[in-house]
């Protein structure tokens, strides 16, 4: 199981950031992928997943509205689109997925994760 991440970055407040994660080494598109994100002198949080092809999401309440993961199963790519950034979001930002399920069983599922991007939001 491969996670290749890219984007991230610095960014002032209020702005966008796009993360990638290319995924190889299972089948991803029966696969839920997920994102999480560790910041200095906090535990790592999940912050949004996406199942397979239903394509059902949800997000934690501190990025909902912001933030939007997709997922291209061509590419086998997960997306996380990010808008309106905040200086509390400034965080390493990782993928992750459950290979053992193709639905959301809960965050302490996730097995497998990339390695992580920061994103430094400036205020």
């Known amino acids: 199981v491969q996670l290749r991440r890219s984007g991230g970055g610095l960014v002032q407040a209020g702005g966008s950031l796009r993360l990638s994660c290319a995924a190889s080494?299972?089948?991803?598109?029966?696969?839920?992928m997920g994102w999480f994100r560790q910041a200095p002198g906090k535990e790592r949080e999940g912050i949004s997943y996406?199942?397979?092809?239903?394509?059902?999401?949800d997000y934690a309440d501190s990025v909902k509205g912001r933030f939007t993961i997709s997922r291209d199963n061509a590419k086998n790519t997960v997306y996380l689109e990010m808008n309106s950034l905040k200086p509390e979001d400034t965080a390493v930002y990782y993928c992750?997925?459950?290979?053992?399920?193709?639905?959301?069983?809960?965050?302490?599922?996730?097995?497998?994760w990339g390695q992580g991007t920061q994103v430094t939001v400036s205020s």
């Open positions: 992750a997925t459950d290979v053992d399920s193709d639905y959301f069983r809960g965050y302490d599922e996730f097995d497998y």
């Open positions: 080494g299972f089948a991803f598109k029966y696969r839920v």
């Open positions: 996406i199942n397979n092809s239903d394509g059902d999401t």
